[in-house]
């Protein structure tokens, strides 16, 4: 019981939370910007380089062969072709790129917050626990 017990503190603990949400968060994000990589800012690059479509771009290494198939029965299975996708890789290399630069536009508005926060003045102390007493003891001498 004191497994069970201690495991459900453990993921009940409030880093765990935030933890698990800003996975979903970033996967959402991490989605939104392969879309506006794949759809919005590659077709324009493709155009501009001759009508070129990314993820189309690899180098075949061996051909595939189609299976071979006689009175209806297949006689030599399907060979698949062998390629480089270098045009997935690049596309992947922007989706990166994009993704580091929002994190670092977050993170760096995150520090100037944190710099706002440290230059507001504290507010003013108020008396020690020693001096309230002190008063206190006077006020009951009077």
């Known amino acids: 019981m004191g497994f069970v017990r201690d495991f459900k503190a453990f993921l ?3 880093e765990i939370v935030n933890l698990a949400t ?10 939104i910007v392969t ?5 919005v800012l590659m077709p324009p690059i493709g155009l501009l380089l001759g009508k070129v479509d990314f ?3 690899k180098v075949v290494l061996q051909d595939g062969i189609p299976a071979v198939m ?3 029965t297949e006689k030599a299975p399907a060979v698949a072709e062998v390629a ?14 994009i993704i580091g630069f929002c994190i670092f536009m977050v993170l760096k508005a995150y520090e100037k917050t944190k710099k706002k926060e440290e230059t507001v003045p504290a507010a ?6 020693e001096e309230l007493l002190t008063q206190i003891r006077d006020l009951l001498k009077k």
């Open 12 to 14: 009940m603990k409030g």
């Open 22 to 31: 800003a996975v979903i968060v970033g996967g959402a994000f991490g989605k």
């Open 35 to 39: 879309s506006f990589t794949n759809d």
């Open 55 to 57: 993820k189309n771009l």
């Open 70 to 72: 006689e009175n209806g």
């Open 84 to 97: 480089l996708n270098y045009g997935a890789f690049i596309q992947t290399v922007f989706d990166f790129v």
């Open 124 to 129: 003013p102390a108020g008396p020690t626990q």
